[in-house]
């Protein structure tokens, strides 16, 4: 593996990123630096936000900066006042043991009167957002003339952003013998025409494919129907206890609602976008960076530039409009080598803006389904267990405690305590999900659960109306099949009948155990729904009434007589009955530690939003 030292950079700078903890150069670095070093070419490099590109343009610019000399030498433009800060912050930390250096972040929504005093000191680099700029170079308080190396960053984000003409007006205040290095994660044309019109024979460099999503996210998407994408998406932030994600939608008011909902159903989440002062966007930063926030619920716009390490999931809670800011999204994950997930929530129609993705992105796309209750519930266990296990004792304050704690619980076996003790937070999720119905729609939009690989679908001609539930009717099954629980891992109680998943293997001599069973006096009739890909056929008495069955022949009874199942139920709430009301029991929830929440302020949106393909 190539190391720092034989990129050719200098002391200070191998110094400075030894203490930063980078040990090898990342693959974007290892091609870039040595080109950069020379400070003789043009470069147009294709690089997803994450890939440490700030330390590619930024190690080499160490060593061609005079940081002797006073006079700016290096101007870097970036899409957004977060980045610009990062920036800066990184580049600082670069010259961590360079005499002399001056690196003077300029951005809007600060007072410029502060940044041209800094300015004035003498900066010889200057990072700045292309409108606040432009701003100074009206003022004529800085000098571009004496600049070598103009870097931009995020090039497409600058253009989606609107600002083109900035961009132009600045470019062409600067010598023309400078060098220009372009970084951007995807090429559209308008960022072709900036390289054409501004640069010199760039080399090309490219770190993954052009317009190529990252390779450590995984895509994944869920089909739902569209008043069930908010208990969606609730699902997944329950599935994945240990979220740390930013959830995007397309508009202000659909951020604001869903974070609204999200805070109100008791998740830690927060929203951001263009309506929010910049005191308030700073707050929900502040906290999603230190990771107090646990849900970032975002705009396109807003989200520019946010670069967060070890974001575990971008939620795409709608596609969004521009295909590219798909790429954008996605890259706010799998950061510095990370791993992560990209998941979209979307309706039956969007499949073919799925296929499009894949098509432009050149990676697989796999429809995954969404967790059901049993599943969730089952996550949270064990990651309750896990945190049980984990968790520091402090040994010192507790003790004097303890003997009063013992004696309190004596009367407790070790698995009654292990029991209630996971029971105290369990019972919240168990208590919710008990009757949670199938999210997933198929592909046709019929609001059937997709086929999974390894299960038969089977239909049961009782439900709810029999006075069963999901755990119940599951009691039911196994103790009549005689199977085990993990055989029927999925439930859908519907009023009058159910659906099961049944693991293939065994799904015949399962019907079979039903062959002549009665529930209540009425004959029990279970049909297989076939899996196409497994080959496994469907019955052909679909439609019959619940009260039709094969009729005739010795029925078995199964009820009060015979030891077996009853339809339980508990005093607790464990068990409830009764029927299954469909998605709107995921409406509320107690979770997450809620946070408080933000509420809009008077930022005016900069510039219309432009460019990038539509679907
Ligand atoms: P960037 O793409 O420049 O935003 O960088 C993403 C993250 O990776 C930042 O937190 C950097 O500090 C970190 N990083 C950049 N280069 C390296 C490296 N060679 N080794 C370890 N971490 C790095």
Known sequence: MIKFEALGLSQPVLKAIGELGFETPTPIQEKVIP???????DIVALAQTGTGKTAGFGLPLMSLVDFTAKRTQALILAPTRELCMQITQDLKNFAKHMQGANIVAVYGGASIQNQIYDLKKGAQIVVATPGRMVDIIDRKRVDLTTINYVILDEADEMLNMGFQEDLDSILSTTPDEKNTWLFSATMPDEVLRISRKYMNAPVEITVGGKNQANENIEHIYYVTHERDRYAVLKRVADYYPEIFGLVFCRTKIETQKVADSLIKDGYNAD????????????????RFRNRTLQMLVATDV????????DITHVIHYNLPDEIENYTHRSGRTARAGKTGISIAIINTRDEGKIRTLERITKKKFSRALIPSGYEICEKQLFWLVQRVHDTQVNEESI????????????????EEIIKRLVSIEFNRFLDYYKNATDLNANASGSGERAERKGFVRLFVSLGSMDDLNRQTMKEYLTQTSGMDESVIPWVDVKNSFSFIEVKTEVYEAFINAFKNVEFKGRPVRIESRGNREEGIPRDRNRGKSRFGGDGGGERRSFGSNNGGFKSRRRGSGDYSGGSS???????????????????GGGYKGKKKFSGGGSW
Do not use: C, W
């Open 35 to 41: 080109i950069l070093l020379e400070g003789k070419k």
């Open 399 to 414: 003790a004097s405690y303890l003997p009063k704690v013992y004696d309190e619980l004596k009367d407790l076996s070790r």
């Open 271 to 286: 929203a951001l976008h263009g309506d929010m002062s910049q005191a308030q966007r700073d707050h929900v930063m502040k």
């Open 581 to 599: 009301s469909g998605s709107s029991r995921d409406n509320d929830r107690g979770g997450f530690r809620r946070d408080k929440k933000s509420t």
């Open 302 to 309: 807003a989200a520019r530039g946010i670069d967060v390490n």
